[in-house]
């Protein structure tokens, strides 16, 4: 796309923008027209003001760039003019410079002018600040562009930050003062006081439609950064700026001319191409300065379609066309839709001439559109110029344009009324985003409401975790407090340390990022999962000591087992969802098949005597006296319990409860070794006692396994052993008791599951 196309006017802009700046600045805040004699003499008098009451203050004082105070408010105020600024804004221009001298700038300026212009130099102050900072960042020594993100991110700040625009206004005026302060005294320009003026001010500028500011800012720049390049292409050009206005006036007027009289109503304008403009194209598509033609260019408005081909036919007659530099880009507009007419011609002196026809609503699209100047000279689809598309925020740019500029530009309205009463339309454009500063000068893009925790995550997650304290401004300041736009943040850390659970509280406010809020909730799954493997090593242990295997690798037990690593293994174990009994039963060598011989070596001769029948404690084998029994202590059977007996290698006859899921695996799959078993006389004597497991779950909290063991002492049943676990709000109690008759305890869990938060209680 080739270069926007204004009036030759070296400080004026578009004639129809112009107009609207002009319509829109003399808008009252009750909408009547400011041009009255009286009006307009009260606005004169505000300016006359503000210079007298500035001037004293001013007198004798230079700024760090060597300036005038005075002449540089005058020349602020000059730019400010040619633009089409009312005298309200020019004014404010001399009341921020004279506020640098007042003890109290805010309440003196407001008494004399007003809470607005007061308001307005506050702003300007906060945002002069900001602007230090940022150039700091920028450096000084490096010749090259910074990185776009870096870039992008101080543009939108200063956006973001001057909710009332003409804050910025002010500053790119000042800006271009000063630059024009180093061009007229010939003094070397600070390198990164240029740098910041093209790499953020210019662009700024172009964003918000006020090109001459734009294309003087970047011009300045690029004489001062690179002075040789600069003087070559002015020399390239073989002639005088002025010279080059005159010659596109003068063919301005000639092609309005033969529109004139070939009966096609249109508006030409022109302006000849500047020089870093120039510079860009060279580099951007590699040409010879030869081959820019549209270092001199018009743009052709016209009401519609067979217009713009008339109106090309007219020019194609008048002056000789470059067949291989013309596009028709309404037949085939552009992806982003972008349609005109472009051609380039030699005019009769021989130089070549670019111009674009267009109807107004083309133009209007290409202005305000997705195809808007700034946003394709900035991020072309092929990222002209080195520069990409910056997305949504872009988007949001071209949308709010028209709500900008009423902003910008009606200088007289309060904007915190015109926000009341225009409602939510010209409302929170910019306000969803922060931009504060590290103590090193770095810029950090945070959600609006964003606190220094959120800072500290989107700098390092580990510092995050580590954060303690913050200082705002050099001021410490709690860590739930809301950030601002300008602040610059420094974040205490730990040298070790986590998060705390009070910033997943919404109520608090230490969160305002999902980002932020994801990664605490992470450290604490991780934590979480860390007690798990923990729980889920120890008891992995255990049976490694008890079965005498200690020497074993723990990784190539998880992998027998079938587990990437121990860790996998651990965490299931902690989780109880993988039985210990299968560790066991691994560690442990598989057994011979039954002998005949060795099964009646095992019997013994100790008669039917139930208490003799060692640990079976009572049990009788049916069709067999005197065998050795044992009880299971996977489900530790007691009287009055449904039992069976499985048939063990050389240990006998091992009694399960008939509901032991162990029992019903072993039966499925060896049902040969399932002998019948019943308990003896002695089994059922008040003198024998058996160890059962009980399971209790409930809701934790303080003195829940005093009240658990309170009951279990009213009945009478002694506690062997305890253990509980804990996982967030809910804890699992395991205790095993000692009892006659399992047909007692059922009154005793009934009586458990009565204490206040217990959800159930069985046995295990």
């Known amino acids: 796309m080739k270069t926007g196309l204004l009036s030759p006017a070296q400080l004026m802009p578009d004639p129809s923008a112009h107009a609207t700046i002009v319509a829109l600045a003399e808008m009252a805040p009750g909408g009547d027209s400011l041009t009255e004699a009286g009006s307009a003499q009260a606005l004169d008098q505000v300016l006359i003001k503000a210079r007298a009451f500035a001037e004293p203050l001013l007198v004798g004082h230079l700024f760090d760039t060597g300036e005038d105070a005075v002449a540089h408010a005058d020349g602020v105020s000059h730019i400010l003019l040619g633009i089409g600024a009312p005298p309200s804004l020019r004014a404010a221009a001399y009341l921020v410079y004279a506020s640098e001298y007042l003890t109290q700038p805010e309440d003196v300026i407001s008494r004399a ?155 030409v304008q022109g302006r000849p191409k500047h020089l870093y403009s120039i510079y860009k194209k060279m580099q951007g598509k590699n040409l010879p300065i030869d081959r820019v033609f549209d270092i001199r260019a018009l743009r052709v408005l016209v009401a519609d379609v067979p217009a713009c081909y008339a109106a090309l036919s007219r020019v194609h007659e008048l002056w000789q066309a470059l067949p291989d530099e013309f596009s028709d880009y309404i037949a085939r507009p552009k992806a982003n839709g ?75 309205r309060d904007l915190a009324s015109a926000d009341d009463a225009q409602g939510a339309d010209q409302r929170g454009l910019f306000d969803d985003r922060i931009y504060v500063f590290t103590p090193g000068g770095e810029i950090i893009d945070l959600p609006a409401g964003a606190t220094p925790v959120d800072m500290a995550y989107s700098l390092h997650t580990n510092l995050g975790h580590r954060c303690r304290g913050a200082k705002v401004d050099g001021a410490m300041v709690p860590l739930n407090t809301p950030l601002q736009s300008g602040q610059t943040v420094e974040i205490t850390a730990l040298k070790d340390g986590g998060p705390s659970l009070d910033w997943l509280n919404p109520e608090l406010g230490y969160l305002r990022s999902q980002r932020a809020r994801s990664k605490v909730r992470a450290w604490f799954n991780a934590l979480a999962q860390q007690a798990t493997i923990a729980r889920g090593r120890d008891a992995v242990e255990r049976v490694l000591q008890r079965e005498g295997k200690t020497a074993i690798k723990l990784d190539d037990l998880a992998s027998d087992l079938g587990f990437r690593n121990a860790d996998a293994l651990f965490d299931v174990v902690g989780k109880d969802e993988f039985s210990l009994r299968h560790i066991e039963q691994h560690l442990r060598p598989a057994e011979p098949e039954p002998d005949p011989d060795e099964f009646l070596a095992n019997r013994l001769t100790r008669g039917n005597d139930a208490h003799s029948a060692g640990d079976g404690r009572g049990v009788l084998v049916v069709g067999m006296d005197s065998l050795l029994t044992q009880l299971a202590r996977c489900c530790k059977p007691a009287p009055p319990d449904a039992i069976g007996g499985y048939v063990t290698r050389g240990k006998g006859v091992a009694v399960h409860r008939v509901d032991c899921s162990n029992f019903r695996q072993m039966a499925g799959r060896e049902a040969e070794r399932i002998i019948p078993v019943t308990w003896g006389r002695q089994a059922t004597a008040d003198a024998a006692q058996y160890a059962v497991d009980l399971l209790v779950e409930a809701h934790d909290r303080p003195g829940l396994l005093r009240d ?48 206040n938060g217990v959800l159930r209680a069985r046995r295990k």
């Open 113 to 267: 002018f007003g809470p607005d212009a007061a308001g307005l130099v506050a702003h300007t102050r906060k945002l002069v600040q900001v602007q230090r900072n940022a150039r700091d960042a920028l450096g000084d020594d490096a010749d090259g562009p910074l990185q776009a993100e870096q870039i992008e991110r101080i543009r939108k700040m200063l956006l973001a930050f001057s909710r009332d625009l003409r804050v910025v206004l002010l500053r790119l005026a000042s800006r271009l003062q000063t630059l024009r302060h180093y061009a007229e005294t010939k003094l070397p320009c600070p390198r990164a006081l240029a740098r910041e003026s093209l790499q953020v001010f210019a662009p700024l500028a172009n964003r918000l439609g006020i090109w001459q500011i734009k294309w003087e800012l970047e011009d300045l720049s690029f004489r001062f950064l690179q002075p040789d390049t600069y003087r070559s292409i002015a020399k390239s050009l073989d002639e005088k700026r002025l010279e080059r206005e005159r010659h596109i006036e003068q063919v301005r007027q000639q092609l309005m001319q033969a529109l004139h009289e070939a009966g096609v109503d249109a508006q």
């Open 338 to 412: 972008y349609q005109s007419l472009h051609t380039v011609v030699r005019d009769d002196q021989g130089r070549s001439i670019e111009i674009q026809i267009r109807t107004q609503a083309m133009h209007d699209h290409a202005e305000s559109g997705v195809a808007a100047h700034w946003a394709y000279k900035e991020a072309g689809s092929k990222g002209y110029a080195g520069v990409q598309a910056a997305g949504h925020f872009e988007s949001r740019v071209a949308e709010a344009r028209k709500t900008v500029l009423r902003q910008l530009l009606a200088w007289e």
């Open 708 to 755: 658990v063991c309170d009951v279990l002492a009213q009945g009478k049943t002694h506690v062997v052993s305890m253990n509980s676990q804990a996982q967030r709000d809910r804890v699992t109690i395991t205790l095993t008791v000692h009892t006659a008759d399992t047909a007692k305890l059922n009154a005793i869990l009934s009586k458990v599951l009565q204490v």
